[in-house]
């Protein structure tokens, strides 16, 4: 049911079933403080849902238990990540979700709702927030996944191409900014889980627990990633800058092979277009054949010696 | 009420309501010592009060539990952060605070407690030493978002420019002494508001605890923000010596072109400047304008060479 | 016992003695799921075997312990290392074992229960479970051995060329690369294997646990090993970047040796190539030779000079 | 009481207030032998308080507890940190220190002794030994305070000048070797005041335990900041570094300029210093003038190329 | 007693006194294989004992402990480590040592034993494996202190000479492999010597755990040097890059110099060197000397000029 009407979800606190409200959007303060009025809920959890820069945590009130998440969303078209603050509200009966902004992230939880699928309809609130978080967390993968194969195709670049471009240095360091941050980000929500799970709240049910249990393992592969990933840029960031350096050593060679050839070369023509009346050499019938000679054999020598030295 | 005569404030220990004393300058030694003998503080504590190298802590003594922080106020006219060092000694019905210098930091609380706002009238001793503590706690992220601006601006330099200038290295590092010196200040914080809590003491009641909580949270997610300031700082130092060893690399490849087009030119012009007098080509009526051929050709050669590997 | 029909394997299920069954191929889900069916497991279990992707872990569910390892094989033909899951499913009677690929990597468990050889034959599942878990274990040091021929070799290039190769950088980032990913993969396993040991479970019994501590220490060594590995690729990383400089600052001194000998030696010749009548010094007798003096003395001069600062 | 002669010690130990026996130099092995037989030290003991390259640590033997630091003294007049292993035996009714050479630094305490002052006198044997570690702790705060103000003034040098000498590396490096040594030594004091504080002896009494807090929290300030100045002298390396590639870029930019501008004029020169009879331009009136306008605009042209670069 | 008769030992199994048996080389199976059946050592035991990869670690067997360990021995003559593994069983009244290689390491034991020399006869058989695990670790220190020597003569070359040798490089990277290597062979130490003192089994008395104690306290010594050792060898090769970076900055400083002072003036050269027939400033008289005087004031404005850039 959509509804614009807050107090239409007020009847079912009461119902024995489970009821789910997600309100989508934070700008809508009273409807948030209305909720919180009637399912008596911390100051401090309001202040917390309207807050976005929460950290992740979980706090058990008796009678509820107040989780704040970070959703990430890969938007392919856009090519980029949105960051969402989800929080989450776990009572006996009723499962309230709080999103930033209006989205289909949810969908799938809806649809197996409705369509009975899956052990959904049968179980508690406890069941129904273990849905919701492991859908935040798998959204994790989706951009995980795009993160590594952009790591991947930059890898790709510095392998074949010797001389990498400026802007490859950027996009490694534009990654890992966005691993460090969403590492910042997934760190905290190990707690979280496991604070739910250790949990002796009467909220969370055994049978829940082992799902739970499945969402935790998912956070810490995802965290173990992020940190295999961040090792891994490092690692190319100094493969770049050796890639650079081995660039500018062969720059270096190539300057330093023409230097070393011609400038002596030069000199000795030089010397030979000086204008003083006594040279002898400059009326020798062989000077000039002789000279190339000199020049020939004296360039040859320098690139065997540049040769051996594997400059070449 | 502001006074200037410490006695005083006496009359105030053995009321039931909560008292707050603010001592602003800790040059006032012998107040402080009237304060310390009045309200039988351990001469240790005294000492702390009075050191302001302290390192954050919290300790009980029983009939008061005495705490130490370091705040932080950013003065955004002097672009600079002050640091001072707050002692807070919680007692039953009164709290005493020690600030180093003057200042407004704690207006905030006196707002609420003159204008009767949010829980501050109602509740004990604790509930204000959890205020004061938690001002200072929101002063950090004043200072942060302030690091954190000047972090993006450098990113921003760093990403537009791909020569940086060398003062964006002073301005890293600047940072970066920032951001060690802020994680040290703050870090025993975690363990200060952590003991607070933990505490059996029967001075932190359990309502409070729940504040405590609060404030816990923005102490680690602070420390886990100046965290990613410092590796988002290192891996900017990267970015910037990569930089300047990319445009290293830029002006070498400049320098290389230029001198192994000229320099092989050049000493073939200086073979024809030789004074020799039996150089048969300098009398061939061609020898000009194919020499001319020769050279353009070994030039656009050179150039079609350099941009199969990519120099230019 | 080889078999297409999975029915075949369902009778064992109640019999004393313990049997094993090996299925080779996750694309047979409909055999996995009438398995699953058969021997009742959880579907989350069935999930977790189906999705390669899984971090390993092991789970108690009372009446059987669910385990999954990834395995590694070093192909030495074709020079590379394959990836596989294994999913070992451990009953009080049966042990279930589920490959990716078809292999041959528990044939030696094969061959002990056939030829009788060993404990394995007389004790209960959880030693059949230890066994091929030891299989998987033991061929990590196959991989590592082949990791550390490699690094040794890349190792022994880098003492002896003092010049080494572009590409020698690629396959240090690569190993580099593939050392993080086992350790990724492998790093769980102490969690794993501590767990199954510390288990009050009923499924394994003391004698077997001295078999998995022996396990324990193995994968404790292989993990180890691969940090040790880490850090003499990051050191080898660093040899190679110091040797690329060292051997840029050789280039450096050679070009600036050449330089500094003969540009101010051809600038004197260029003096007196020039065409003004009236410079007195090319009219003299002497002028050449002792020309000639000046230029040879002055290189000389700079040579002992190079020679006095080490750059010769 | 001063005294050559140990056997004027003994009388003391049956006494019910408390001694304070101070032993410099530790070549006296017989007078310390004979102390360890007064006293009935265990062998093991004796043998630490010899070897002088001890880490520094606790151990509770039933009637004496006997301990172990690292004593560091700077010496302002020579510049040098001098180190000293100091050991303290701490029995009911006396205190035993084994200072490696002769020394004052124990003064303040023989001071507040003599003079009646503080608690010195009214305490039992464990706030005299807490009042000599108290007092070895303290100099460390010197020591720190000393490279401290090296480091500021290594970073000030490094922050002015744009061209950082060779020596202020040296510094850089040396500073890092004592930071990386004092840490080594002080490290192990954590664990030792710890287990001294943790104690279940009879030997501590509660009233110095609270001193001994606070010696803890010197201790952990020392290593924090000892910490803090590793990662500063590291940041100052990268800083040295890129300082120097920011420099060596200057310079090969005006390397770069000149070689640019004039090796392709002197090219021109060249050609036209060629001697071929047939060359047309050499006798047109106005080529000289001509080749002079084409020189001075395509040098123009470079600057202004240079400039749209940022090179200048 | 040396007997190559291994029954000839069996016998005293049954005896009160403690016997030590040490075997000499591993490859005499058949005698180790002799000795398990009589000791009833577990085959486990008796597989680790002839597999010389193994990690240190210890067992505990009800009957007797097991623990192997890692010897390191430094042979002054070929300048070499040597690593061998050392195997030792404590029984009630046995202790069987086994070495990889016949040596004398054991003597200063053996000495004590027959000498009568310390506590070494009075105790059992704990007292004996501590004696032999001390006999090892006394060991590092010897092989440290070499390792100590290296590096504090690596660090003098490159404190003094600002243009090390490619060899230091080698050098540097061959320590840091070395200190990498022996931490793996140590670090397991720690808990090797935590678990026996640490153990429940009757095995171990109390007396000989405050020696085993010490010998922790040097296992962590150890273990803290060589990671000082690691830091020092990493800055040392920060050290020896930055060197190799100045002085490339040296190189480039001189070679520019050159350059810029003579390309122009040779360019000036040149063009007094074209044969144009129109050139008026040919034919004046004083051309010559006053070209002279630009030139020298020109290189002269040049010096001032890297003067003042602090290029000289």
Sequence with gaps: MVTKNVEDCFPFKDQPSVTWINIDGLHKVDIIEK???????????????LNISQRPKTEDFENYIYTVLKMFTYNKQENETNIEQVSIVIGSNFVIS???????IF???RDRIRFNKGHIRKMKSDYLAYSLIDTVVD??????????????????????????????????HGLKRDVLFLRKSIWPLREVINTLNRNESRLIYKTTQLFLKD????????????DTYREMLTSMLDLYLSSINNRMNEVMKVLTI???????????????GMNFEYMPELYWKW???????????ASLFMFAYFKKKKWL
């Design 35 to 49: 909720i919180g009025e009637h399912f008596d809920l911390h100051p401090l959890v309001l202040e917390d849902i």
């Design 258 to 272: 023409i230097a070393t050839v011609f400038i002596p070369l030069t000199f000795i023509a030089g010397i030979y």
């Design 139 to 172: 959204n994790y993968f989706i951009v995980l996944e795009e993160i590594g194969e952009q790591i991947e195709s930059v890898e790709d670049e510095l392998s074949k191409n010797p001389d990498p471009e400026p802007e490859t240095l950027q996009t490694i």
């Design 215 to 226: 969402v935790y393992d998912h956070v810490i592969q995802t965290i173990e990633t992020l």
């Design 107 to 109: 969908d799938p939880v």
């Design 287 to 297: 000077s000039y054949p002789i000279l190339w000679m000199i020049m020939v054999s």
């Design 98 to 104: 709080f999103q930033e902004k209006e989205g289909d």
